[in-house]
């Protein structure tokens, strides 16, 4: 069951965001936990920014989560569960796209091919991350 993810999950949602091996040390606990938990738990988080985790109701453990909001610029179906629950959301909300980024390193090869499953158009921002990983976005229209 998917429900709205809490403070109190935020430990467990970092060591979900560390497992996956994508990030670096320190980067899954700034990215995920101050910029995203933290962020949207508090009530200084923007109008329209949510973050959902998949409950799972026998074992009572998350299994993954999504974090979605307004901008200006793998696992047993549960992250296509995710992305459909962010459009609807996103659409029912009156969004006419979805923009979801990642980069273009290796680490993020797997990513990039469940958006291209999902029938994302990929858009190549020119924006550089870092030496030799740029930003790409995906992008869903409603």
Not at 26 to 46: F, N, R, T, V, Y
Not at 71 to 86: D, H, M, P, S, T
């Amino acid at each position: 069951m998917i429900r709205p993810v809490n403070i109190g999950d935020r430990a467990l949602l970092i060591a979900i965001g560390d497992s996956t091996g994508l990030f670096d040390a320190g980067e899954a606990e700034e990215l995920l936990g101050q910029k995203s938990i933290d962020h949207c738990c508090s009530a200084e988080a923007p109008a329209g920014h949510q973050a959902h985790a998949w409950h799972d109701p026998v074992t009572g453990t998350i299994c993954g989560w999504t974090y979605f909001g307004p901008c200006q610029v793998e696992l047993n179906g549960i992250g296509v569960k995710l992305l459909e629950f962010a459009e609807k959301t996103a659409w029912a909300a009156g969004a006419t796209k979805v923009l979801i980024n990642t980069a273009s390193d290796d680490k993020t090869f797997n990513a990039r091919q469940f958006y291209v499953k999902q029938d994302i158009l990929r858009l190549l921002f020119k924006k550089r991350l870092w030496e030799g990983v740029h930003q790409i976005t995906f992008c869903k229209n409603s």
